[in-house]
């Protein structure tokens, strides 16, 4: 079945280091890749998407690359900010097509920045 | 612009008693899903809905049941309760109609079971 696999957390940066979360997945196809975040007391936001390999997704200074060859998708951020503290879910949409229409999500990995 | 909806955005039960969730999708989207989040836990599948049908079931339990309305609102039931339903219970949204795979979340209801 589907799944997906991220670093585990939580991982703790000082303001303006570089940020690297790693994801990787399993899935038949070619299924779309999402990035969600989740800041403390609330619900899922879509940070950034890509749908097909070799796309970028980007957001808000994030960056993610649809890597087939090496079924990644990692999270990247060149100078986090404290604001930028949350749990982070990397998930899988393996198409209507398929007749599987949920998302599988990642673990989430836990971000943690130090003034 | 409009965003998912959810009532209640907390409730506290007792076990063996019932619950019922509310989701109202953005307007347009024809597409609701249900996810539970355990503390500290990933979001799990339960179950979702195309058009006032069930077009995907996940790891929802027997005790648990939902439908998908007229208007597109969707309600999950939930009896029986037991302490371990306790979790953060996310409803999201998409269009199916405009291809568009991204699921919109709502804030939540956050369930307590005593």
């Given at each position: 079945g589907d799944s997906v696999t991220q670093m585990e957390g939580p991982v703790t940066l000082s303001e303006e280091a570089f940020l690297t979360i790693n994801c990787t997945y399993t899935a038949t196809g070619y299924p779309s890749l999402f990035w969600y975040v989740q800041y403390p007391g609330e619900g899922l936001q879509l940070l950034l998407k890509a749908t097909k390999a070799d796309d970028k997704g980007s957001n808000k200074g994030f960056e993610a690359t649809y890597r087939k060859e090496t079924t990644s998708f990692h999270l990247e951020k060149g100078s986090v900010q404290v604001s930028d503290s949350a749990v982070y879910f990397c998930a899988l949409h393996r198409g209507w097509d398929t007749g599987r229409r949920a998302l599988t999500f990642g673990s989430g990995t836990r971000l943690q920045v130090q003034p | 612009a409009a965003g998912v909806i959810q009532s209640p955005r907390h409730l506290i039960k007792e076990k063996r008693e019932t619950a019922t969730l509310k989701c109202y999708p953005i307007p347009r989207h024809d597409t609701v899903y249900w996810y539970q989040q355990g503390p500290g836990q990933d979001p799990q599948f339960l179950i979702s809905f195309y058009e006032k049908m069930q077009s995907d079931k996940g790891s929802?339990?027997?005790?648990f049941s939902a439908q998908q309305f007229s208007d597109y609102h969707s309600e999950l039931n939930m009896s029986?309760?037991?302490?371990?339903?306790s979790a953060l219970y996310f409803c999201a949204s998409s269009s199916y109609r405009d291809k568009d795979y991204e699921q919109y979340f709502g804030p939540g209801t956050r369930l307590t079971v005593t």
């Open positions: - | 929802i339990p027997d005790r029986s309760l037991e302490l371990g339903d």
